[in-house]
């Protein structure tokens, strides 16, 4: 079985759809990790929202939603009125733009998110967060860690269990060694053996007009492809 790993869709449907057609998934065999941040920014939230419903319902298990920092603050939002204040900002309105253009409110998505998303996923030759990690268990890590951490990524100190993120905005793909050197960019449409330790990011930024970079593991081995 086939692990495909989307980095930060961030409301780019198309752009998504053309990466899984690119990639050839396989609805009925292959797994799918989304490494959070589904929405905000792009024009297509609520389609990307539905979407993900529909794909859950089918591939129950084998689709892995994790919590990113945008999930975070559309949970909040229903909390506080600065976590209101503060998605709106950070997630430029587009969301409720998207959802309004279809007639419908947030409150399926707060629930959905609520019930399905993960804060981590792990397995034995790889893990997934959606923004950093720590020389420590995760199931140890702190949430700020997991979803909204910048800057332990970039400083290149992490040595363990090899590790897929996204969060951090990149021109391409790069595997953050744990040497404390500067990353490694990968643009490889072929396949590679696969790390065993460090951190490799896979978010590319889509919503700020670059690209959406999904990571395929197949056993020992890995590819990436790029929309």
């Known amino acids: 079985m086939r692990t495909i790993i989307i980095g ?7 752009e998504w759809i053309q990466l899984l057609h690119k990639v050839n998934f396989d609805v009925e065999h292959d797994k799918l990790i989304l490494l959070g941040d589904l929405m905000d920014r792009g024009k297509d939230s609520y ?18 939603v994790l919590k990113g920092s945008h999930e975070k603050m559309i949970l909040d939002n229903s909390k506080k009125i600065k976590d209101r204040i503060l998605w709106r900002i950070v997630g430029k309105g587009a969301t409720l733009r998207s959802f309004r253009r ?26 997934c967060v959606h923004a ?5 268990k ?3 890590q702190d949430e700020y860690t997991l979803l ?5 990524t970039r400083r290149n100190l992490y040595g363990g269990k090899l590790t897929v993120t996204g969060h951090i905005h990149l ?10 050197g500067k990353g490694i960019r990968l643009n490889y449409r072929q396949w590679l053996s696969l ?15 670059n690209k959406l970079t999904a990571m395929v593991i197949q056993g020992e081995h890995y590819y990436l492809e790029f929309v």
């Open 195 to 209: 790390p065993q330790a460090g951190v490799i990011c896979i978010d590319t930024a889509c919503a700020e007009g």
């Open 8 to 14: 930060d869709i961030h409301g780019c449907f198309d």
């Open 138 to 140: 995760l199931a140890e």
């Open 102 to 127: 279809y007639g419908e409110n947030m409150q399926e998505t707060v629930e959905w998110f609520k019930k399905h998303c993960v804060p981590y996923y792990e397995t034995v030759g790889f893990q």
């Open 148 to 152: 909204m951490d910048h800057k332990l």
């Open 47 to 64: 389609k990307v929202f539905q979407t993900a419903i529909t794909l859950k319902e089918t591939m129950k298990d084998r689709m892995v």
């Open 171 to 180: 021109k391409e793909p790069t595997w953050f060694d744990g040497t404390g």
């Open 132 to 136: 950093a990690v720590k020389n420590e």
